[in-house]
């Protein structure tokens, strides 16, 4: 029990006020010591729904740790469904104690875990009631493909006015990586990226003019080669 309390508190990610550059080892720090949490489960009571699929945990030594749930991506904020997506994520688990099964760190040092509360995966209740689509960039789960499927079908959540193709409202995050695969109804640039949520867009998409996009790209490539995302809501496979 000492040795998971121990690996417990080297999760924290959150950072007291200092310059810039202290901030940005705290974060490369905080990130080596969460790899070592990987593949471990613990318990925590949720402290924070940043939204529907980033929550803030606090540890039983009271240490906060943010966490990305795993195989699933909600609408970013600003986005349709977003707000709907928070709030059904608070009410499974808001100030609930639930467990943590880590998967993966992401690139901002946060865990990348599956969370249940109560008996509820939050990753396939969320997929389930289609506030969610599967993160088919990273995720081969058939249990979350099968979940979407459904959703669709029913036209759940977001997929509401949808067909099987996809939804007006927002697709299914296509990979970083297709290049010369993703089309939107003017892909020609130049391109949005979203600061906080690392997502860009194609200058006649609805979210093209949001509030943190605030990069501009000539060209797909090059937002991908800084690390920038298609926007599901924006693109779609051809």
Known sequence: MRVAALMIAALATTLSPRAAESQAHDRRTSGAAALAALGRQFSARVATVLDGDTLEVVTSDRRRVRIRLEGIDCPERGEPFSNVARNFTRRLAFDKTVGVD??????????????????????????????ASHYTVFSFDSKLAAAEERARKERRGMWVNSDLKGS????????????????????????????????????????????????????QAEAQAEGFRAAGDCFRRQ
């Open 168 to 219: 007006p409202d927002r697709q299914s995050t296509p990979p970083s990586t297709a290049l010369g695969l993703l089309t939107a109804p003017d892909a020609s640039g130049p391109f949005f990226g979203n600061t906080r949520s690392r997502v860009y867009h194609a200058k006649t998409c609805h979210n093209a003019k949001c509030e943190n996009c605030t990069r501009e790209f000539a060209t």
């Open 102 to 131: 880590v998967r993966d760190v992401d690139h901002y040092g946060r865990l990348v875990a599956r969370v249940t509360s109560e008996g509820k995966d939050l990753s396939h209740e969320l997929v389930s009631a289609g506030l």
